[in-house]
């Protein structure tokens, strides 16, 4: 079966499973980690998990549902996700987000306005980190990051300027418009720092995956 066929059908499993895979890159690990991110129709967007705490990785993005499926006793996970494991055999695994956590930190040490894909990566991280504060209980006090007055500020300009003008007028949306993030750049690199240790303190082990 041609690749690309079978990344289309992938994607398509994703779509009917609610179930995705994401990469996370950043200079504290000896090589991207991929991520299995979903939609708990009760509960949410989360990340898959082990039991006892730690997100679920994997090496790369083909040995994502090998390796669940073998530890799926161990982990958290919504109904569709053994149907998605099902599915994907076989099948060209794609990934449908990247998080680059050390381009996000640059850029917030640069004293220059923060560029739209800057604005755009960050904003996507707070979410994946809001996602994995609702994964599990005893994570769940992580969420006081996200709600932190900076964090909020953040998003609220993001989503005024950048989201909405983006999603109303598309190809006729003019970066060069917005207005600068008026903010204490200062408190927010300290925060999205803080969130980013929290985060890969969460990652699992990469030994054996």
Not at 6 to 19: N, P
Not at 179 to 192: I, K, M, N, R, Y
Request: aromatic fraction near 12%.
């Amino acid at each position: 079966m041609p690749q690309q066929s079978t990344k289309k059908r992938f994607e398509s499993c994703c779509v009917a499973c609610d179930t995705w895979i994401v990469s996370y890159q950043s200079a504290t690990l000896p090589h991207p980690v991929y991520l299995v991110w979903y939609t708990d129709r009760a509960s949410g967007d989360r990340l898959l998990m082990h039991r006892n705490g730690p997100v679920f990785t994997a090496g790369t993005p083909e040995s994502v549902a090998p390796a669940a499926d073998a530890q799926l006793p161990g982990l958290v996970y919504h109904p569709r996700f053994p149907q998605w494991l099902e599915r994907v055999v076989e099948l060209t695994p794609t990934v449908c987000n990247a998080y680059d956590a050390d381009y996000i930190e640059q850029a917030l040490c640069s004293k220059r306005k923060l560029s739209l894909k800057a604005m755009d990566a960050l904003s996507n991280f707070i979410d994946l980190f809001g996602d994995y504060a609702n994964s599990l209980e005893n994570v769940s006090h992580l969420q006081a990051f996200r709600e932190n007055p900076v964090i909020e500020s953040y998003i609220s300009h993001y989503y005024r300027f950048i989201f909405w003008p983006r999603l109303q007028h598309g190809a006729q949306f003019r970066d060069a418009q917005r207005p600068a993030l008026e903010t204490d750049h200062s408190a927010l690199l300290t925060v999205f720092r803080e969130m980013r240790a929290q985060f890969e303190a969460g990652l699992k082990s990469l030994s054996g995956n």
